[in-house]
Structures are given as C-alpha cells and as structure tokens.
C-alpha cells in the first residue's frame, strides 16, 4: 500500500533548514533497586520536516522512553534532542509538537468535550474546539464521560488533544494499542488525513504492519539502540527475510550449528531434532554454506510472516548484545 | 489564571456527590448537632460565645476534610498519567497548582459557609472581629493541609489512599481538640499534633487562647505562640515530605 502525499507547506524550520527531530547520542539509563537499567543507549535519528517515520521494536525496545525524551517529559542521562532546532519543552510550549500517549492519562469524570475545552485553554490560540471533535471523530460521543467511552474513543480523544495547537510534528506512541481491528483502521484512515495535511508524523508501534502501511521510512530500535533505518520498501524487503531449514549431518552438527551461527545473514538458528532452521536475512549465503560448507540435506527455503521478519531484524540485535 | 481549567475542576467537584456531602454537609450537620442545638451554645466565651466556638472548629474540620481531598487527588491525578497528557501543553507547573491552590480554596469555602450561615441564623454570637479573623484563619490554615493530602496520594497513588487520609482527618480532629474539649494527658499529647495548632490559631479571636473543658472547669490558657509554632513546623514537616515524595516519583518515572 503506497500513499501519496502533496509537498509540505513551507514551515518556518523549513526556512531555517532544522530537521524537525534531531537525536544525538541520547541515552537515558534508569536507577532501580536491583541497579541501573539502561533504557536508551545511544540513539542517532535526524527527522526532517513533512517525513512520516515509524519507530518500530518490541515491547522493551526503549521507544517509549525515546519519545518521552523527545517530547520533554524526561531528561536524558547523556545526549541530545532537538526539535525544529529547539529544546523539546519549548517546542512543546510554543504548539510546534503535541502527541498522543500510551492508555492514561485523562480524567475519567470529564466529558469528552470538556476535556478538549481543558485542554484547549492551556494554549494561546487553539484550532477551535468542535472542529477538533469533528476530525477526530468524536462528534456522537462528544457529551460522553471519558469513563464511559471505549479504548477506541479515548485514544481518538487524545488524538483531538493533540490536533488543538495545529502542530507541525505530530508524535504517536503506540497509538492503535488495545484498539480492535475496525477502531484501529479507523484510525489510521484519519491519520492519513492529517498526514496529508503536511505533517510531520513519527509514531511508535510493535506492528510491522502498521509500520508497512503508513509510514515512509521505518527506523527499528532493539535494546536501545537504532538497528535499522531507512525507506519502508527496504527495510521490509530486508526484515521479511526467508527461513531455511535443512538437515544436518549426524557428525559435527554442533561444529555446523557454531557455523551458521556466525554467519552474517543468519539472524537467528534453532535445533529441532536433526533439522536446523535459520532465520535468514541472506538466505542464498545461509543455502549456499549449508550445501556447500555443510553438507546438509532436504534443503528447504520459505518466504517468513511479517512476524518473523520482525524477530530477523530485532533478535540480530539481540544476539550481538549477548556476544558482548 | 486559566479559569476554563477551574471553571471544569468545580463542576467535576459538584458531579462527585460523595463527595459534596462529606465535605459540604456533614460538617455543617456536625455543627448543628453539636452547637446550634445545646444548652451550652449560649455561654459567653471570649469574644463570643460557646456556639462560635464550635461553629469555628466544625468548619475548621469541613475545611481540612476539603483541602485533604484536593490535594490528594491532584497528586492522584498526575500520577496515573494527567500530569503527562498536562506536560504536553503549555501550562506551565506552577500554573495547575494555582488552579488546584484556588479550588481547594473555594471547596474549603462551601462548609465554611454553610456553617457561618447556619451559625449566624441560630445563635453564634461574637464581635464582627472574631468572626472575620476566625473565618480567615480556618480558611486559609486549611490550604496547608492540601498537602498531607498531596503526600498520601503521592505516597499510595491511589483514590483509595486519598479516602483513607479524608478519614485520617476525623481521627486527627480528635487528637487535635478539634471535636472534644480534651484535658490532662490526652490534651497534653493534643499540643504536638497536626491539627491542634490550626484549630487554636483559628479560635483564638474568640477565646484569646482560653482552653475550655466539657464541664465548664478553666484548664488556662495557650500563648499565641504555641499554636503559631504547632502549625509552622507541621507545615513544614509536611512540605519536606512533599518534595521528597515529588522527588522520589520523578526518579521513578
């Protein structure tokens, strides 16, 4: 699925030529009674202006805590964020940057339009308060209690908080999380809408797919760190990687397993009985050293889900941490 | 100022009508149980009479049982993810403190008032001197008491929590001489808890630091002193522990 967007409207950071976000080497790293966690270690990702860019990597990865980093909600232990040349608060006080969080975060004996007034009121001059209920599409439910509204709608509200200062760098932290299917393309279907408006979008999921969908380039994060980033069609094409399974040889099949496990494209190698399955994000090198090198037999290659390309491109980083 | 925002805070206060009746009601139903309809209520006393007396220390009560809740539940609040959403705007930190500094304020001020109403109407006497400095002094003492609301919900994090300090507070007016006119030992331990320098400070237009007993005996009197100090350094045993525990959440974060 390709979406076509118009060009950006020229922005004043445009003007200047600031990247809307700019992360250099942030870390932040977390005090807990069983000794400091290392939540982000080293993160390098320069954003310009109307890109939309998912962050993609499981549950853990440090997304979260990145973007709480980018929005000012946080300090970072080392390192920097900048958006649209700006510390991030700032960015954030003059409406340049809004996002719409993870569940939380809203009082539950508000109405959903009292809500937003509240909101609202906290800036100078907000886009107007029904036309924001209108876009996010809370029009029926707009007198309901937040209590009494679904997952689905409470998100869509954070979202119609997030539209009020017209922002130029719209930020999502798992946005579609606890949504059902229906809500979830809903969501996205507005999205598209907002992103068309020129908006510089940067969300955050654990769904390749919603990755592949909607974004123009994918940046995964594993561990803390950036693993992979560029356009979508690239990264897809080298996160949906192929499986191979074959036979190995009785004699020196733990030789053999070493082997491929050293192996560049070989993301991931598991024993099952005398078959070994690889991950592969280079399944011609894996088939070629198995045949080859190895000896193996009943070679099998199969194109993997969106799901196991997701564990090729971030359990890679997982097995470098370890060999550390 | 941003009144939009407190505008909202009052109608959420007025939707909760658990709520409304402990804190504006009760006190007021205290009151009148306790003081329009006894005998005693027409003692002279002071500056007035028994009746101002009690009716002072009722809306004393109905002010802290208010201020505790605010306070709890901002910290509740921001805990469970408000204060995140509220960090993506402009308002700036000590802008929702004023706001939730002015509801408590205003919420303090509906027992108060009911009381005074109710007071005037069935025979609380006193110079117009000791009904103004009393009134001030329990409205104003009681936003100090906004915080131990803000340390138990920062503490335990929970609406629960924030309902168990609400009660806390009944206990507290015990021990304090708030309810009870007590004597001997139990108004010596009295002198060192949290709401015996308020309620003192609060009364002493009226008595001029005169202690009564239930039957009427003089048990002396408090120097201005010694309420001013009680409620100084439970201020600020309170603020120590409300930055610790602010500090404590950050890290946490």
Redesign the interface.
């Given at each position: 699925m390709t979406h076509t967007r118009p060009t950006a409207p020229p922005s004043p950071a445009a003007a200047t030529g600031a990247p809307a976000v700019e992360l250099r080497g942030l870390t932040k790293t977390f005090a807990t009674r069983s000794g400091d966690v290392a939540a982000v270690r080293g993160v390098d990702l320069r954003i310009e202006t109307g890109e939309v860019v998912a962050v993609l990597g499981p549950n853990g990865a440090g997304k979260t805590t990145t973007i709480d980093m980018l929005l000012g909600l946080t300090s970072p232990t080392g390192g920097s964020a900048e958006v649209f040349g700006r510390p991030p608060r700032d960015a954030v006080r003059e409406g340049r940057v809004s996002a719409v969080l993870q569940t939380g975060g809203l009082l539950r004996d508000l109405t959903v339009r009292e809500t937003v007034r509240l909101i609202a009121s906290t800036y100078d001059a907000p886009a107007p308060v029904e036309d924001v209920i209108d876009r996010a599409g809370l029009g029926a439910v707009a007198s309901r209690m937040v209590s009494k509204c679904s997952g689905g709608e409470q998100q869509r509200l954070r979202f119609a908080l997030a539209l009020l200062p017209d922002p130029e760098l719209l930020v999502l932290d798992e946005p579609t999380a606890g949504m059902d299917v229906t809500a979830r393309r809903d969501f996205w279907r507005v999205m598209h809408a907002e992103a068309a408006r020129g908006r510089t979008v940067v969300f955050a999921t654990h769904y390749l797919e919603e990755a592949d969908d909607f974004a123009d380039r994918i940046v995964v994060v594993a561990q803390g760190r950036v693993v992979a980033d560029g356009p979508t069609a690239e990264i897809r094409s080298r996160a949906v990687g192929r499986t191979v399974h074959a036979t190995l040889p009785t004699t020196g099949r733990d030789d053999a397993v070493a082997t491929l496990r050293r192996l560049a494209g070989a993301a991931d190698v598991t024993v099952q009985g005398d078959r070994v399955r690889v991950v592969a994000t280079d399944s011609d090198a894996v088939a070629r050293t198995l045949l080859v090198e190895l000896d193996a037999h009943d070679l099998e290659i199969l194109t993997g889900s969106l799901d196991e390309a997701f564990v090729a491109l971030t359990g890679a980083a997982q097995t470098t941490e370890e060999g550390r | 100022m941003?009144t939009?925002?407190l505008g909202?805070e009052l109608?959420?206060f007025a939707?909760?009508r658990a709520n409304l009746f402990f804190i504006g009601v009760l006190p007021a139903f205290f009151y009148i149980i306790f003081g329009a309809t006894q005998a005693y209520g027409g003692s002279p006393l002071g500056n007035g009479n028994v009746a101002l007396y009690i009716l002072v220390s009722m809306a004393a009560y109905g002010a802290v049982t208010a201020t505790v809740g605010v306070g709890g539940m901002a910290a509740v609040?921001r805990m469970?993810?408000?204060g995140?959403?509220?960090?993506?705007?402009?308002?700036r930190d000590g802008?929702f403190v004023l706001v939730k500094i002015t509801l408590a304020v205003v919420v303090a001020l509906l027992p108060v008032t009911l009381i005074a109403v109710i007071g005037a109407l069935t025979g609380a006497e006193g110079t117009t001197v000791a009904w103004t400095l009393s009134l001030l002094a329990v409205a104003g003492g009681a936003c100090v008491f906004a915080l131990f609301g803000l340390c138990a919900g920062l503490a335990f994090r929970t609406e629960a929590a924030v309902s168990a300090a609400s009660g806390m507070v009944v206990v507290l007016a015990f021990l304090g001489n708030v309810f009870v006119p007590l004597s001997g030992t139990l108004l010596a331990i009295a002198k060192f808890t949290p709401l015996y320098g308020y309620v003192a400070l609060a009364r002493y237009p009226v008595t001029e630091g005169r202690l009564i007993s239930g039957d009427g005996a003089s048990l002396g009197s408090d120097p201005l002193w010694l309420p001013l100090l009680n409620l100084g350094v439970w201020s600020a045993v309170l603020a120590v522990a409300a930055v610790l525990l602010v500090r404590r959440g950050r890290?946490r974060?």
């Open positions: - | 941003n939009t925002y909202l109608r959420r939707r909760d609040e469970q993810g408000w995140r959403q509220l960090g993506l705007t402009p308002l802008g890290e974060q």
